[in-house]
């Protein structure tokens, strides 16, 4: 009797953990279903970047590259600003701009990507030509 009740014992222990697996299997498929969903979704947008990628012009890059030791324009400022954004980078508190009634770029930090972006900017240069 006792090898039975261990068999049993073991048979549920077997099918608690078939049914854990199965829920965590389960979950994996839903959210398998969701990203692909929103990957799909996304691809639109890919698409028209990918599209706006091709349309710049080693010119337009060279716009860009900004020299570090004087503060671009303030539309300059702003676009680093959002590319900080999309990138997750860190950006300066957020001031008033008295001169302009709307908040101050954080052109500092992204002076210290500016590295970064001339060494892109050397990239797409190339590729573009």
């Known amino acids: 009797m006792a090898k ?3 068999v049993e014992l073991v048979r549920r222990g077997v099918r608690q953990l078939k049914d854990r ?4 299997v389960d979950n ?12 799909d979704s996304a ?11 091709s349309t710049i012009d ?18 300059v400022a702003r676009v680093m600003d959002c590319v900080m954004i999309v990138f997750q980078r860190p950006l300066n508190a957020v ?11 954080s052109w500092n930090e992204s002076a210290k990507v500016s590295d970064i972006w ?9 590729v573009l030509q």
């Not at 994996?28 to 990957?39: F, G, M, R, W």
């Not at 020299?67 to 539309?75: A, C, E, G, S, Y």
């Open 4 to 6: 039975a009740e261990a």
């Open 21 to 24: 697996a199965q829920l965590i």
């Open 28 to 39: 994996i498929e839903v959210n398998k279903s969701e990203v692909t969903s929103q990957l």
């Open 43 to 53: 691809r639109p947008t890919c698409d028209q970047v990918g599209w706006a990628l």
């Open 58 to 75: 080693p010119g337009d890059v060279d716009r860009l590259c900004v020299d570090t030791r004087q503060p671009p324009q303030p539309l």
């Open 95 to 105: 001031e008033i701009d008295d001169d302009r009634r709307c908040i101050k770029p």
């Open 118 to 126: 001339s060494t892109v900017g050397d990239s797409v240069s190339g």
